[in-house]
Structures are given as structure tokens and as C-alpha cells.
């Protein structure tokens, strides 16, 4: 047991505390729910890419630099605390990259993975339909073998894509057996969201931005190359996205440590406020715990150990520590709280509706429940 | 980065955990608990020489000493396991308080005797005499008419050859001594756990038990009550463990409604959350064990933080083992009970959460 990085991984963290002080813009873009906010971000992913900062894990083929776990984590550290922008991209580098470096083929890689990279092109995720959120084994969008016999005819509808009100590219499921029930005869597929037939609407969100959208399939002609992993065993494939989501990739623990900071800062500056003691105090240690844990997971990780059903611990974790935080600093800034604000206060307001969605995105939080008492206690599935 | 154990460090925790399973699982505490004083005698001395004969209690002395020169590192797993079996002998006292306090404390005199002591005759080490409060440790000694110092409720006496125990005055400071248990009167406190060995103990001041006294007792001091967060908090998490093991394996059998209890998402989820908590917990008291072994300047942080998390878990596993349970957990037939009561006596043991807490914000505060 050593809990301290080693010096390449402190020599790799100067250099990208060196690149990130040089290139973060200085004031914060706009949203990234804003078609101008959009492009801003996109420019920034560009701006990552061309200096090989934006998928420092993925080969280097791909745009990456090969590096390791640690590498990643000790990155992302550092990216949080240069609070450099939202990553436009996450959905397909985070979740969708890793599945399809697992399940792809040499062609699609290549196809896919670098403009993915560079921003060029940008993923949303066609999972949920509004029939099938957390029953997702209930989808019914289905895909059918075209007339020609070289590809698939998609019918059907997505909800709550994030990002799908601008992506260029979609990752979803669909139902290619008709016969078949839950699980089995799914297929995951990759759509291009201005293939004919694709339909978006922009959904407003609580806080009026579009950040999500519902996305319909007309009679959508999709080749068979855009078919990841095998047909049928689109469940299989989804499990792994899902893993990525839960686990270590979607939410690095850097995002909760930096907020964690910000808010003893706060706490500090409010004058150590009794009654939020407690609070602050938990919020600084479960940021922390998360950080150890995915150390922990991370030394797993790099012995070859897979991430299985502890993912759903890790993941109503991280969205409940998100949620803390924020409703922390909301107490201490007080009657304040509420103002729409420019600058640090209206940051927390922000981060508190954006934490809000985590319990309830990438499998809420009771199906992760499930998930903990069936897969690692082995209680009877309802 | 490397979050792992050595294969070594592996092979005692499994070491211990067999061992306990036979010598100290639910038959042998309800025993325990029923046995008359002798009985209780003779059965914590057999477990101990089996303790002793794996070299749990001079794990962590250097090997020039005769201990097996490993580390809180390595010992962390043991003491997942004697809280885990709700141990009754007092191996955290021994074994991460006493040890490493007398290996640092060498060539003092005492210090090598009782030393000695320990590795050679298989010495037991009762401790007492500092509390854990927000503002540090604070000692409940004090001095009785008779002269002789009067220390409450300290763990381990019935079984110690010696006793490690604190005392503190506003003029001098802090002092800690090594007591033979020859030279203490104990006078038994019953405590709600029937495996917590807990006595008020009168003891001679005298210079010849003198390990430290004033800024240096301090920090030896300070440096136990860090120790004693970190260990206790392993206990916690063999509890948590314990608790949640067997109410998952309650509520596969129980049935009502025609179903198996664990089928239903409101027993699912209470089980869930305690599991969270233990996962998240884990890594933060393995983190306490190697910040005590390397000597890491935020040690004190970080003890603290496994501590309060320990004890929030265990509470939380505790109260659903409960719950789940049903009425059948709140009889003394089912064998719940014992880790009930030692979980709640060690989340208040050496600090509770809250104490803990703010200790590690005045930390985070200070960064």
C-alpha cells in the first residue's frame, strides 16, 4: 500500500496544471445547453485535442497518450481545479469510448473514436422512452432488417438525451427481435442525427435551458456497420456503457473534492457558522471517501479486476454527496441563495440543480438499491 | 498509487478470521457471557494464547524485539476481524495501543519491560485514562482522597498483567505510566455489552511506572488517541460487515406475505444503504492505517475521518439489522445482540462521529 503518486504521475500532473493554467479561458462560457454555449465548449474540446489533453486514457491512434488509470485520475484532478469547462463531449468519451473500445471493430474505432476526441462530433445517449426509464429492459423502439438486407429500418422514440438538442451522433437501443421479451433481442446502435427520419425536440428543463431532448425515429435507414457488438446482444453491450456511467468514468471524484474545497472556503468566509458545522464537516469527508474509494477501485482496476454491481454503491454515492454539497453551501449563503447572480453564489445555485438530476440520471437511485441488495447482498428480485 | 494489501497482510486477516470463526463465533460469547468469572478466565486465556500463537498481539513490534515487524498496515485486517467476531479480549489495547507505544517509547526502561512483557509472556494490556472530545483528548483520571489516582472506565483489566493509563493535571501536563496490575485496585463497571471488559481502576503514582510526562506525554498522547480512532474504526467496519451479512441472510429466509422479506424494496433498500456506507467507509480507515504507519502529517484528519464514518456505518447497519430483523432481533435468543451492543459502545468509544467530525473540519479548515 502506497496512497501517494508516484513521480512521472506528479512530473504528468505539472505538466497539465501547466497546459490547463495556459488554456482554460479566463471567464466561464456559456452554458453548454445553449446552441452558442454549445459551440463555445465544442471549440474547447478542439482546443484540448489538438494538444492530446482531451482523452488522455485512450490510445494514442485515437488521439489519446495511452496513459493509465492513475494518469486519468491525476488529470482530472487537475482539470477541476483549473474549473475549466464542462466536457460537451462527455457522453462519448466517457460512456460510450470505452464501450466501444471493448465491443467495436477496428473500423468503427477508426471511424468513430478520433472526430469523438476532437469535438468534431459530438454523442448523445437514445436510451430512456417514455415508457421505459428505469424498466429500461422495457423499450420498445424497435429496428427491423431494411428491403435491401444490408442494414436496419429504426422505428420508434428517445427521451431525455442529454445533449440531444445539438449532438451529431446518437448511441442507442433498440429492439431487433419482436418475438423476443426484456433483455434478449436488443441491439446497440450508432445513428447519425441528421439521417432522414430523425426528429428532434428540444425538451426545456426546469432551469429553461434544452439540455435534453426527445428524439423520434421515422423509418430511419441505419447501415449494418453501425451495429455495436453483436446483434441481439444489446443488453450485454448497454451493461457495459452503464458500468462506465455508474463507475469510475462518468464522475471522476476531483468534481466533488474541488466543490468540497469551495465550500469549507465558504463556510470559512461565512464565519464558521455553527448550525452548518456538521454539514460542511460530512461534505468534505464524503468528497473524500469517494476520492479514496476510487483510488481503491482504481488499484483493482489496474490488476485486471472487472467493476461489477459495486458500481451502483459508487454511484448513488457520488450523486448524493453531489446533492449535499450543494444544498450545504445553499444554507450558508442563506437568504442570498435564491438570486439568480453572476459569479460565485449563482455557481452554487447552478451546481445544486445539476446535482439534482444525478439521483435520478444513469439508473436512479432505488434501481441502484436494487441493484446493491440483489448483486452484492443476493436478495430475491422482487 | 497502490490502495492494496500484500499477500502477507492478506493471509493474517483470512489467518484471524478462521481462527475466530471457531473460537469466538455467537456459541462462544453467548457462553461467555454466561460463564462465572473463572470461565471467563479460562476462555479469554485460551483465545489469547491462539491470538498470541499467530503473533497478532506483537505485530507491529520491530522483529529485534521479538515482534513480527509489520505494521498498522497489516494489523488493520486483524482488527477488522476481532470486531467482526465481537472479541472480548482487549486486542486493540494490546495490540495497536500498548505495542507501538512501548517499541516508540524504547530504550526507556519501563517501556522495554513491559515490552517484554508482551512479547515474551504473552502479556495482556488494559488501557485507560484519556477520552477523545472536539478540543482532543481530555483525561478522566483523577485523584482520590486516599491519594491513589482514580481512572474510570477503563477496557481490558480483568485479563491485563499491565495497564497503560493516563493521568493530567493543569500545572504538569500529561503523564502516562505502565501499571502492573498487581499494584490496581479494580473495581468492575457492568456495561451494557457483555464482551466489554470496562473497570474503574485505583492506581499508585509512582515514578518507577513513569513512561512520559509533560510535552512529551502530550504527543504520546495525542498519538494513541489517533491510534485508538483508527483501530476502534476498523472494529467498526468488522461489525458493520457482520451486521449486514447476517440480516441479508435473515431476510432471504423470513417469510411473509408468501415471500421471502428481502423481496420487498423496503427491507432492499434499508440493506442497501447500510452496504453504501460500509463500501465508502473501508477506504477511509485502510487510509488511517497507512497515514499511522508512514507517519503522515494529516494523520490526525485522517483518523478522525475513519472514525466518524465507521461509527456512522455501524450505527446505520446496526439500527437496519434491527429493523429488519423485526421483534426476533430484540430477543436475547437471536444472536444480533452481541454486535448491537458492542457497535454502540464503540461508536462512542475513543470520540463519537460528531466529536470526529469537527475534528476533521478544523483540519480541513487549517489546509
Known amino acids: ?382 | 498509487m497502490d490502495f492494496s494489501f500484500s499477500e502477507d497482510a492478506e493471509a493474517l486477516h483470512q489467518g484471524v478470521r478462521t481462527v475466530l470463526d471457531t473460537e469466538c463465533n455467537a456459541d462462544a460469547l453467548r457462553a461467555f457471557e454466561l460463564a462465572d468469572e473463572a470461565g471467563r478466565a479460562e476462555a479469554s486465556a485460551n483465545r489469547w494464547s491462539v491470538l498470541a500463537e499467530l503473533g497478532a498481539p506483537a505485530l507491529v513490534v520491530p522483529e529485534s524485539a521479538g515482534g513480527l515487524g509489520l505494521s498498522d498496515v497489516e494489523l488493520v485486517g486483524v482488527l477488522e476481524e476481532a470486531g467482526r467476531a465481537c472479541l472480548p479480549e482487549p486486542l486493540l489495547e494490546t495490540a495497536a495501543l500498548a505495542a507501538p507505544t512501548l517499541a516508540a517509547l524504547a530504550p526507556d526502561p519501563a517501556a522495554v519491560a513491559a515490552l517484554n512483557a508482551l512479547v515474551e509472556d504473552d502479556a495482556v494490556f488494559a488501557v485507560g485514562g484519556i477520552d477523545v472530545t472536539h478540543h482532543g483528548p481530555s483525561s478522566p483520571t483523577e485523584v482520590s482522597p486516599d491519594g491513589m489516582l482514580r481512572t474510570p472506565r477503563v477496557v481490558g483489566s480483568r485479563d491485563a498483567a499491565l495497564l497503560l493509563l493516563a493521568c493530567r493535571d493543569a500545572e504538569s501536563g500529561w503523564q502516562l505510566h505502565v501499571v502492573p496490575a498487581t499494584s490496581c485496585a479494580l473495581e468492575p463497571t457492568p456495561a451494557l455489552s457483555p464482551v466489554r471488559d470496562l473497570a474503574t481502576v485505583h492506581w499508585p503514582l509512582g515514578s518507577d511506572t513513569l513512561l512520559a510526562y509533560g510535552v512529551a506525554a502530550e504527543a504520546v498522547v495525542s498519538l494513541l488517541a489517533d491510534r485508538a480512532a483508527a483501530g476502534t474504526a476498523a472494529h467498526l467496519l468488522g461489525l458493520a460487515e457482520r451486521m449486514v451479512a447476517m440480516t441479508a441472510a435473515y431476510a432471504k429466509e423470513r417469510h411473509q406475505f408468501g415471500r421471502p422479506i428481502g423481496s420487498f424494496q423496503a427491507v432492499k433498500h434499508h440493506l442497501a444503504n447500510a452496504r453504501v456506507a460500509l463500501e465508502f467507509a473501508r477506504p477511509a480507515t485502510y487510509r488511517a492505517a497507512w497515514s499511522l504507519a508512514t507517519a503522515q502529517p494529516t494523520l490526525s484528519h485522517d483518523a478522525s475521518m475513519a472514525k466518524a464514518m465507521a461509527s456512522d456505518a455501524a450505527d446505520l447497519a446496526a439500527r437496519v439489522a434491527l429493523q429488519v430483523h423485526g421483534a426476533i432481533g430484540y430477543t436475547w435468543e437471536c444472536d444480533l445482540h452481541f454486535y448491537l451492543k458492542q457497535t454502540w459502545a464503540l461508536s462512542r468509544s475513543w470520540g463519537d462521529a460528531a466529536a470526529h467530525r469537527r475534528i476533521v473540519l478544523a483540519h480541513a479548515l487549517a489546509r
Not at chain 1, 442563506?334 to 455557481?347: D, M, N, V
Open chain 1, 1 to 382: 500500500m502506497d496512497l501517494t503518486f508516484r513521480p512521472e504521475h506528479e512530473a504528468f500532473r505539472a505538466e497539465a496544471r501547466g497546459w490547463l493554467e495556459a488554456h482554460v479561458p479566463p471567464d466561464p462560457l456559456p452554458s453548454l445547453d445553449t446552441a452558442e454555449g454549445f459551440e463555445a465548449h465544442r471549440a474547447w474540446e478542439r482546443t484540448m485535442f489538438e494538444d492530446r489533453w482531451s482523452v488522455v486514457s485512450w490510445p494514442v491512434e485515437y488521439g489519446g497518450r495511452d496513459l493509465g488509470i492513475f494518469e486519468w485520475l491525476v488529470f482530472e484532478e487537475e482539470y477541476y481545479r483549473a474549473r475549466a469547462p464542462k466536457r460537451v463531449s462527455q457522453n462519448g468519451i466517457f460512456l460510450l469510448a470505452p464501450t466501444m473500445l471493448e465491443y467495436g471493430t477496428a473500423a468503427q474505432k477508426a471511424r468513430y473514436l478520433p472526430p469523438m476526441a476532437a469535438g468534431d462530433e459530438i454523442w448523445c445517449q437514445g436510451w430512456s422512452e417514455p415508457d421505459a426509464g428505469s424498466d429500461l429492459a422495457g423499450i420498445r423502439s424497435r429496428a427491423a432488417r431494411n428491403a435491401t438486407g444490408d442494414g436496419w429500418v429504426l422505428n420508434g422514440q428517445k427521451t431525455w438525451a442529454s445533449r440531444g438538442a445539438f449532438a451529431e451522433w446518437c448511441f442507442g437501443i433498440f429492439r431487433t427481435d419482436p418475438d423476443a421479451e426484456r433483455h434478449r433481442g436488443l441491439t446497440y446502435f450508432l445513428i447519425a442525427m441528421d439521417a432522414p427520419g430523425v426528429i428532434v425536440r428540444p425538451i426545456p428543463q426546469l432551469d429553461g435551458e434544452t439540455g435534453f431532448a426527445e428524439i423520434f425515429f421515422d423509418s430511419v435507414e441505419v447501415p449494418d456497420d453501425q451495429v455495436l457488438g453483436d446483434v441481439g446482444a444489446g443488453w450485454s453491450v448497454a451493461m457495459a456503457t452503464a458500468g462506465s456511467e455508474r463507475g469510475l468514468s462518468l464522475r471522476s471524484p476531483a468534481r466533488y473534492t474541488e466543490a468540497a474545497d469551495r465550500l469549507v472556503q465558504l463556510y470559512a468566509a461565512r464565519g464558521g457558522p455553527p448550525e452548518s458545522t456538521d454539514a460542511v464537516a460530512r461534505a468534505h469527508m464524503d468528497a473524500e471517501a469517494y476520492e479514496l474509494h476510487t483510488y481503491w477501485t482504481a488499484t483493482k482496476v489496474s490488476r485486471g479486476h472487472a467493476v461489477g454491481a459495486e458500481a451502483s454503491c459508487n454511484k448513488i454515492f457520488w450523486s448524493e454527496t453531489d446533492v449535499s454539497i450543494h444544498s450545504t453551501a445553499l444554507d450558508l449563503l442563506g437568504p442570498g441563495a435564491e438570486l439568480l447572480t453572476s459569479g460565485a453564489p449563482g455557481e452554487w445555485l447552478d451546481g445544486y440543480l445539476f446535482a439534482l438530476a444525478g439521483p435520478i440520471y444513469a439508473g436512479t437511485n432505488e434501481i441502484q438499491r436494487n441493484v446493491v441488495a440483489e448483486r452484492l447482498l443476493g436478495l430475491p428480485r422482487g
